[in-house]
């Protein structure tokens, strides 16, 4: 009997700290809302961006990276199983920012007004040219020339944009136009 009681003891035990540690950060707020991030977030995203923590203010952002980084690459996927490029940029404009995208990238980059890559802000497009076709893959910038998007061998992952191997595929990059662009 005592021996049961102390092998049910261990086992809640083991189970109360596994969950624990795979506990993910929920997204706050609303769609479109800033709110602040955990200091989790914030520390672990001011150090990968090599920016100061202070910088890392829309929490919702950084939770839903945190929530989908590492997931694989699926051409058409939508889900944490998969996801491709253009259904994460679709995905995170509409749960971060409350705005909806075309799905494909093809329509996605006729929804943005041009700027140049200096005047890019968190939450604007960057689009690539892979393979030789116009427009075939996007990201999402971040700060401090940091690009969130879907790698095929890599899943979502962020990457600088003047990475040599990121780079000479740049192509376009742009706001997203809303009604209050207009």
């Known amino acids: 009997m005592q021996i049961s009681r ?3 003891c261990l086992l809640l035990l083991a189970t109360l700290f596994s969950a624990c540690k795979s506990k993910k950060h929920l997204l706050k707020g609303n769609p479109g809302e800033i709110v602040q991030p955990s ?21 919702r952002l950084y939770t839903f990276i945190d929530q989908w980084i590492g997931t694989p690459y699926r051409f058409g996927g939508l889900d944490k199983d998969g996801v491709d490029c253009s259904g994460f940029a679709f995905l995170l404009e509409q749960q971060v920012y409350g705005i909806n995208l ?18 890019l ?14 427009f075939s893959h996007v990201g999402i910038y971040l700060q ?28 376009r990059c742009g706001s997203v136009i809303t009604e209050s662009n207009f």
């Open 6 to 8: 102390y092998i049910l």
């Open 39 to 59: 200091a989790s977030i914030s520390n672990k995203y001011s150090e990968l961006m090599g920016v100061d923590e202070s910088n890392i203010t829309n929490g």
């Open 102 to 119: 075309p799905r494909m990238t093809s329509q996605q980059v006729t929804v943005i007004k041009r700027k140049y890559e200096e005047q």
């Open 121 to 134: 802000q968190e939450g604007d497009l960057v689009f690539f040219d892979f393979d030789g076709k116009k």
């Open 144 to 171: 401090n020339d940091y690009v969130v998007h879907a790698s095929t061998r890599k899943g979502i992952m962020l990457v600088k944009l003047h990475d040599p191997s990121m780079y000479k595929y740049f192509s």
